[in-house]
């Protein structure tokens, strides 16, 4: 018995590889840039694939 009460379709992406070379004390500024490019692969990969899953085709994604 699984948690799960019916079969959902699931889809699963993987990004290319996101290069960050290691600072060990990194000032706001350079955790600021990371952030924004790990944002703008995750939005550019939604927007690529959200018309592969019923229901998404006009959604938005929001980074709170």
Do not use: R, T, W
């Not at 959902?8 to 600021?32: T, V, Y």
């Not at 939005?43 to 229901?55: I, N, R, T």
């Amino acid at each position: 018995f699984l948690p799960i009460p019916y079969k959902c379709q699931l889809l699963s992406l993987f990004g290319k590889p996101i290069s960050i070379h290691q600072n060990d004390n990194p000032s706001d500024e350079d955790i600021g840039a990371i952030q924004k490019l790990i944002e703008e692969q995750i939005l550019s990969m939604f927007e690529s694939y959200k018309h592969l899953v019923e229901g998404y085709e006009n959604k938005k994604l929001v980074f709170v």
